[in-house]
């Protein structure tokens, strides 16, 4: 069975820390494109970030840009969003996603909220 599971989010400060992690199973990571996106209350869902399955390389949405890392662990089938300095209006639900040509799986989404 294809699953991604996504860690549990959780209340974070506002300039605190929080890392995200989606774990595959049913497929390889590394045979994939995975991305991790995000849906604040009233708006559309929107990418944060992603890493490639062929070399490995990054792409980091303007807001995440400095702050947000994306890493993969090949060895535990599982990516990660390192999340720092996080921002209230970053309140939202996180997902992560999974796709190659012909294929797209979602994780189920966890909550990130950033609050004092």
């Known amino acids: 069975e294809v699953q991604l599971v996504v860690s549990v989010g959780g209340l974070v400060q506002p300039g605190g820390s929080l890392r995200l992690s989606c774990a595959a199973s049913g497929f390889t990571v590394d045979d994939y494109a995975i991305g991790w996106f995000r849906q604040a209350p009233g708006k559309e869902r929107e990418g944060v970030s992603c890493i490639s399955s062929s070399d490995g390389s990054t792409y980091y949405a303007d807001p995440a840009t400095g702050r947000f890392t994306i890493s993969s662990d090949n060895a535990k089938n599982t990516v990660y969003l390192q999340m720092n300095s996080l921002k209230p209006e970053e309140t939202a639900v996180y997902y992560c996603?999974?796709?190659?040509?012909?294929?797209?799986?979602w994780g189920q989404g966890t909550q990130v909220t950033v609050s004092s």
């Open positions: 996603n999974a796709v190659r040509v012909g294929t797209n799986y």
